[in-house]
């Protein structure tokens, strides 16, 4: 799996569809340097997520790079 192509969506930050079914997403929070990554598995036609890996970096940089890393390690590439 290579670079994951990210957008900005209103209310979510950064988002990224790496495969069909597997969505990343990276938010802020209102704790200081601290950025929230999810990588969700998409079902029901992408109406619904449900998260199959969460966690927390100190920079927007690196809850990317975790959440594509964890995207690679689920999706198997």
Known sequence: MGRAMWMTVPGEALVSEV?????LVVTRTEAPATVRFVVEDRVM??????????????SVAAAMAAAEDGAARIGGG
Do not use: A, D, F, Q
């Open 19 to 23: 495969k069909p079914g597997l969505r």
């Open 45 to 58: 036609g992408g109406m619904e997520g449900h998260p199959v890996l969460s966690g927390y970096r100190e």
